[in-house]
């Protein structure tokens, strides 16, 4: 076939797949309407007033726009306390700095969903990358407890905890670079009840990166003392242009203010520095924006797996984050998907994007993400570590309509290019 007749027979599949979609894409807007609820009650429990959006520059010293939009992210997670801050650059930032605020030398940290993310393991110490300033050359001990079948191993995991010699618990709730399931709030549930029948003092943060929204409920809802994510992602919408969050018990909120800042002054200073709208914006939207997201992967998903490819989650599966891979195969499949989202993308579609050397990674890596916030993998991103089985992580959308553009542009390029 030519390239017009591949792109026409992209296109009839495309409107096949949207059609047996539909009831499913119901199921995700009745979610994103009880969290959109959950929102407004927050932005209106707390009060929220126009004098909120006003900035602070300099030291920030107790600003209030800024700890309102503590109050509301605490009332939203169901949480004591929240660290909000633009100050917090990325997820893995805010996760080092909920590790190091809380973890002391001597201490024990477990994994229970295996190898953390990429980046995460040289915050450790634990990959090929050796940093003179991990977790382990403080003298924190790792240990990790790998998963079972795309679940908790909980028998192994209380028979660990009940030494009672462990200080933290870490959950990773999406995949990262593996080619595991990610984890639905039923299962982290289920450890956590778990786990504190055999240990009640352990505390159990979750890398909630990627998963916010998703679900109706978030793992501070069953039980998780902290949690830990990125305002480029979920609760950003595409709007936020940086910042984290970290919430849970008031008392590791605190340790963790003092690692961002300095002992003694914790949660007192930080300057908003124009961003308390865009904060506050992208999480109305959120609910939305993650809806459409939603429905961009799953669209991608149903048309790769109709052209052949191996895709995970499966259309019609459960999810638990708003990440999608697919496995492509080869190296030139890998390149090629990624550099067609490029070629979709509203900002530098004329860029090429080319596998590259990348700080806190072992492997190569692509990434392609035109987004109007640098890094943000809440707009359509695609990447990726260049080994095998080739698999591209897929995330973002910030309508339906732009998603499913971009995942069809992707699917011509790499398709033209046999």
Known sequence: ?????????????????????????????????????????????????DIHFNTSTGYGIDEPGRNKIEEIYANILKTEDALVRIQLISGTH???????????????????????????QTVIGIGKKQSQSSLKTYGIHYEQIELINDNFDIQRIKERLSKK????IEIQRSRGYSTRKSLSIKKIEEVINSIREVNKDVIIMVDNCYGEFVEEKEPTDVGADIIVGSLMKNLGAGIATGGAYIAGRKKLIELCAERLTSPGIGKEIGPSLNQNTLILKGLFFAPSVVANTLKTMIFASRMLEKLGYDVEPKYNELRTDIVQTIKLGSEEKMIKFCQGIQKASPIDSSVTPEPSEM????????????????????????????????????????????????ILRAINFMQNDK
């Open 94 to 120: 805010a996760l080092a700095v909920t590790l190091f605020g809380i973890l002391r030398p001597g201490d024990t940290m477990i994994s229970i969903t295996g190898a953390p993310y990429d980046t995460l």
């Open 359 to 406: 700080a806190g990674y072992d492997d190569k890596v692509i990434m392609a993400a035109g987004t109007f916030t640098q890094g943000s993998t809440i707009e359509l991103s695609c990447d990726g570590p260049i080994r095998k089985p080739y698999t591209v992580y897929m995330q973002g959308g910030l309508t339906y309509e732009y998603g499913k553009l971009g």
């Open 1 to 49: 076939m030519n390239k017009i007749q591949i792109e026409q027979k992209i296109l009839e599949l495309s409107n096949v797949v949207e059609k047996e979609l539909k009831p499913i894409f119901e199921n995700i807007e009745k979610i994103c309407e009880k969290n959109s609820q959950k929102v407004l009650d927050s932005f209106q429990e707390c009060n929220l007033s």
């Open 165 to 168: 010699d462990v200080k933290l």
